[in-house]
């Protein structure tokens, strides 16, 4: 499976177990449909290993840990249940770690997918596969959404309560039993050794908005991000993800006084399995109902601002529509080594304000170059990374492959 594809299940009862070159903890969280658990008790992990028609197995150091969903027992309400994954020594990421999730028939064992998420660096945890109710039948979803905040930052992402480390707080006096006897328990974070230790080494309560590259997802909370290539941004802000109107800004200048440079900006638009869907440029001015639509051919480079704009609905978008690939090349044949200060920029349409700007600081004597992708996460959100990244082809038609490989 690649990010974004899904399978329906063919059998009532499935696992997923998660395999790696060093031990995991592996985990299951069952979710209402605003994406929260109901309670405590629907989080199972290794210090609760069973909820309603979800089941959490050790493989005790020499077998993957493993979740099994029975969706016959799933209660009504539950309309999805997502299987996490974090490193079991505490503070270790899965940069070097490839993760494995392998989903089978519970009953006999057979495989029905498997799914590796790509480029896995500084985060600590990871939703990597989901089980969801969709129209009456259970499907698998291949997931991938790192944290760098561990497994606690996924547990608080869904409404689990997590006691985070006292720190020296005159005023409360309370301490931190991770093991009422009556109440929903307050989940560890750690080995089932070291029952008290999230991961989460000391004091941050939050992790950062604006942290370092990688470090993290960024959102829009602070106002303008500027990305560096491969970063990416969260389109959140205020906690609601931006599902209005905004349009891509590409701009250029010719490295060389009085010489015009003629560049064709436009996006590519794939499905979950990177199937190309369509692609909308100066010869195709909407694609997808509308929901995507070009401002027109700029045949010089001259003049500030813009050269061409791309208008993206985000929330008229076609559900089939998960990623979106800006690219910009050169029909003329003029390479990127003669053009200066491009750049691409998300603009809040209805504002008018700059949300993200990627300024493309190298240059390659290549014809075409992959600008910036968008992807809909499968919280329903959309991330912005940053590309920069030169390929040999003139027209939109030879970036289909090449994109459809980036996302």
């Given amino acids: 499976m690649t990010p974004g594809s899904n399978i329906p299940l063919s059998a009532a009862r499935v696992t997923v177990d998660v395999a790696a070159p060093v031990r995991l903890d592996v985990s299951g969280l069952l979710l ?40 016959a027992a799933v209660p009504p309400g539950i309309e999805k249940i997502v299987v996490t994954a974090s490193p079991d ?3 270790q990421s899965f ?43 259970w499907k698998a979803r291949a997931v991938g959404q790192g944290y760098s905040n561990g497994l606690a930052g996924i547990a608080t992402d869904f409404g689990v309560t997590v006691e985070e480390p006292a720190p020296a707080a005159p005023v409360t006096p309370p301490q931190p039993t991770m093991q009422p006897p009556a109440a929903p328990p307050a989940p560890p974070m750690s080995t089932p050794s070291a ?16 942290p370092a590259p990688g470090a993290g997802k960024i959102n ?7 990305l560096q290539k491969n970063q990416t941004v969260s389109l959140v802000k205020g906690g609601r993800p931006l599902l209005s109107q905004v349009k891509m800004g590409l701009g250029w200048e010719p490295a060389y006084r009085g010489k015009d440079i003629d560049l064709d900006a436009s996006v590519i638009a794939y499905g979950p399995q990177r199937n190309h869907i369509d692609s909308c440029y100066f010869g195709k001015l909407q694609i997808v109902q509308g929901s995507i639509r070009h401002s027109g051919d700029n045949l010089t480079g ?24 800006f690219t910009v090349n050169s029909f003329s044949g003029q390479k990127f080594t003669e053009v ?30 992959m600008m910036a992708k968008l992807i809909k996460q499968f919280s329903g959100e959309w991330e912005m990374t940053a590309m920069g990244d030169f390929v040999k082809s003139r027209t939109v038609r030879g970036m289909v492959k ?6």
């Fill in 340 to 369: 200066a200060k491009a750049y691409c920029r998300l603009i809040d349409a209805a504002s008018g304000e700059e949300l993200v700007r990627f300024d493309l600081t190298n240059a390659e004597a290549q014809t075409g170059v």
């Fill in 195 to 210: 029952p008290q230790a999230p991961q989460t080494p000391a004091a941050p309560p939050a992790p950062p908005a604006p």
């Fill in 95 to 137: 940069q070097g770690v490839e993760p494995t999730a392998t989903i089978r028939n519970a009953d006999d064992n057979s495989v029905l997918a498997t799914f590796t998420p790509p480029q896995l660096g500084t985060e600590t945890a990871l939703v990597i596969v989901e089980v969801y109710l969709r129209n009456g039948a």
């Fill in 402 to 407: 090449p994109a459809a490989q980036a996302l």
């Fill in 302 to 325: 001259e003049g500030g601002g813009d050269d061409e704009v791309i208008t993206v609905d985000l929330g008229r978008l076609p559900q089939e529509v998960t990623g979106l690939v």
């Fill in 32 to 71: 209402t449909a605003d994406g929260k658990v109901r309670s405590d008790d629907d989080f199972i992990f290794y210090n609760q290993p069973s909820g309603p028609g979800v089941t959490y197995r050790s493989g005790g150091g020499t077998s993957p840990d493993a979740i099994t969903v029975d969706t």
């Fill in 89 to 91: 020594a505490a503070g």
């Fill in 220 to 226: 829009l909370d602070k106002g303008r991000v500027s």
